[in-house]
DNA sequence: AAGATGACTAGGT
DNA sequence: GACCTAGCCATCT
């Protein structure tokens, strides 16, 4: 297991209930900004692993990334269980639902 | 080594 | 907003 696999891991099973992150965010939170297909990756290696929020993992415009209807209808249902807000059939309200790794505020 | 693939992202038109 | 292009990097063949 690569740090960064690790890394991705630990970033996506700290994603709260109800918020979101983007690929890139997690690839900068595990040490890369530019490893969002690394991120692409580990979910694929991860595919069998039950018990990470991979659903709360979404592309930069807060769309559901995943192909096939199954799949996105899938990962919506858990979303929306959540509690996170949609702006579109397969769209998170990133204004609200993004989490940077921290509930510090910005507004300054 | 080279080519193709992938749940991506940013910039230009 | 939709479409295309360039960049990114690990993995598989």
């Known amino acids: 297991m690569q740090p960064f696999t690790a ?55 807060g769309e559901i990334a995943l192909p096939g209807d199954e799949a996105r209808f899938t990962q919506r249902a858990l979303l929306e269980e959540e509690g996170v807000l949609f702006d579109g059939d397969y769209r998170v309200d990133l204004v609200q639902c993004r989490w940077d790794g921290g509930d510090r505020e910005k507004d300054g």
């Open 7 to 61: 890394q991705v891991v630990e970033v996506i099973k700290a994603i709260p209930a109800g918020k979101v992150m983007t690929y890139g965010q997690v690839a900068a939170a595990a040490g890369s900004s530019r490893a969002a297909r690394r991120v692409v990756w580990v979910l694929h290696s991860l595919s069998e692993a039950h018990g990470l929020p991979w659903h709360r993992v979404v592309n930069a415009k």
